[in-house]
């Protein structure tokens, strides 16, 4: 009997502190959406901006002296290795003399918000929701290890300055646009060079310096036309030549990659 007493008392001990453990109903939640859920890319595509656009949903928990927001808008495009190397000019030739490999990083980044990172939230916040490209966390094989460096680190600088160049990483604290207190609104400029493949998208809703609560959506960029058909030739010879020997495959890939320079030419809009 008092086994069982006791028994009684521990699971009740451990509902309660299941219970006070357990996350409050958020007061608030983002309806977004969109303009454009599938973006293609043909072959005379020069880049475009889509639209997201949603409002903030109150309920009747939701403390009456809530009214001001903060939004961060995070994308991130398909993931991938790259690496940034470094030239130096020896005896009149620039050659490679370092490098660093960057593990399965996002293509393309781009982080919107309505006001500066520092405005909204706390240092501490701001690295722990990775707010702004400097807190963003980029894996790089350093040596036998695998970190993210400091933000002034002169591969992580290069890396994010050439993306930066080529429109494939931005950062925008004035990019959300508040239409009222609960709509909102921000474009997603997407260069014609942009990476195939699925975009997350993740939306956080910030007040008083707290995280309130968080969605997320997505789009695709897919390749459509002649270039889609190049790019399925070039899948399917490389499967047909993993069934050969490798002598009669060695210089497919390189035909492969004149065939899609000389079709990008072809098809490229006049100037």
């Not at 990019?175 to 975009?199: D, S």
Request: with cysteine; aromatic share 10%.
């Amino acid at each position: 009997m008092m086994a069982r007493s006791a028994f009684t008392a521990t699971s009740m001990a451990l509902a309660l502190s299941t219970l006070l453990a357990a996350p409050s109903a958020r007061a608030e939640r983002l309806i977004v959406s969109v303009s454009n859920h599938r973006v293609t890319v043909t072959p005379n595509y020069a880049g475009e901006e889509l639209v997201l656009f949603g409002s903030v949903e109150k309920d009747s928990s939701t403390p009456a002296g809530r009214t001001e927001y903060d939004l961060v808008v995070t994308v991130n495009g398909p993931r991938a290795d790259m690496v940034t190397r470094r030239k130096e000019r020896k005896f009149g030739i620039w050659v490679n003399t370092d490098y660093r490999q960057f593990l399965q990083v996002p293509t393309y980044l781009a982080l919107f918000a309505n006001r500066p990172f520092d405005a909204i939230a706390s240092p501490e916040i701001e690295r722990r929701q990775q707010l702004g490209l400097n807190n963003v966390l980029l894996t790089q094989r350093v040596g036998s290890d695998y970190a993210d460096v400091v933000p002034n680190d002169a591969f992580r600088s290069a890396f994010v300055r050439l993306r930066s160049e080529h429109g494939l990483y931005r950062e925008d604290t004035s990019a959300v646009t508040f239409l009222t207190p609960t709509l909102f609104r921000t474009g997603i400029p997407l260069p014609a060079e942009v990476p195939i493949g699925t975009y997350d998208i993740e939306i956080r809703l910030f007040s008083h310096g707290a995280l309130v609560t968080r969605t997320e959506t997505a789009f695709e960029i897919v390749k459509v036309g002649f270039e889609q058909f190049v790019a399925k030739q070039h899948r399917d010879a490389a499967m047909v030549c993993s069934l050969r020997s490798p002598s009669t495959c060695a210089m497919k890939p390189g035909v492969w990659k004149i065939f899609e320079n000389a079709a990008s030419r072809m098809f490229k809009p006049p100037v």
